[in-house]
T-cell receptor, first 117, second 113 residues
């Protein structure tokens, strides 16, 4: 139980385009989803916290107009990287916790590797 | 906000030896401390967690200890195996749904056969 999926697993795009990443909780309802960014050989850096039906809460230094987060249902959150540039290239990982899981525990998706040319 | 320090950044052990990774946290309100294992290019996997109402928790070869007074917690892996090689992250949270995890910088554990 408590499986989280992400799509796509990797994406290559041209500079200036937008990319949407989906995060789904497959067997539980996720009241809260978290979006992280991870650079090579570094830790997970929280970008934003997303609650179903409300606006995301962004961490300091994360541009909310560049990283659009939508949590439209209890099983789906999306992250859209708008007008992507090479410096946005990174590994993006979502996590979820929710109603039927052990409260506190976050379950991670497999990540999406974004490469911006 | 919360700050989590993790040491060492790299750790190399011989197969069968024990490995210990230590973390300290700054926010005394934190009460949930998970440990994640991440293999290269893969998702972090929860391997064990502890809450502040207990001082130690064990699961087969893995154990975690917590010292609330000193605000530090440690991961202990006994009888290490090559498949234990990965990056390990500690984290801290004030717990409950909605509450974010603050991660340490990670420890690259290498178990040499």
């Amino acid at each position: 139980g408590a499986v989280v999926s992400q799509h796509p697993s990797w994406v290559i795009c041209k500079s200036g385009t937008s990319v949407k990443i989906e995060c789904r909780s497959l067997d539980f309802q996720a009241t809260t989803m978290f979006w992280y960014r991870q650079f090579p050989k570094q830790s997970l850096m929280l970008m934003a916290t997303s609650n179903e039906g409300s606006k995301a809460t962004y961490e300091q230094g994360v541009e909310k107009d560049k990283f659009l987060i939508n949590h439209a249902s209890l099983t789906l959150s999306t992250l859209t990287v708008t007008s992507a540039h090479p410096e946005d290239s990174s590994f993006y990982i979502c996590s979820a916790d929710g109603l039927a899981t052990d409260t506190d525990t976050q379950y991670f998706g497999p990540g999406t590797r974004l490469t911006v040319l | 906000g919360e700050n989590v320090e993790q040491h060492p950044s790299t750790l190399s052990v011989q197969e069968g030896d024990s490995a210990v990774i230590k973390c300290t946290y700054s926010d005394s309100a934190s009460n949930y401390f998970p440990w994640y294992k991440q293999e290269l290019g893969k998702r972090p996997q929860l391997i064990i967690d502890i809450r502040s109402n207990v001082g130690e928790k064990k699961d087969q070869r893995i154990a975690v200890t917590l010292n609330k007074t000193a605000k530090h917690f440690s991961l202990h892996i006994t009888e290490t195996q090559p498949e234990d090689s990965a990056v390990y992250f500690c984290a801290a949270s004030i717990g409950g749904s909605n509450y974010k995890l603050t991660f340490g910088k990670g420890t690259l554990l290498t178990v040499n056969p």
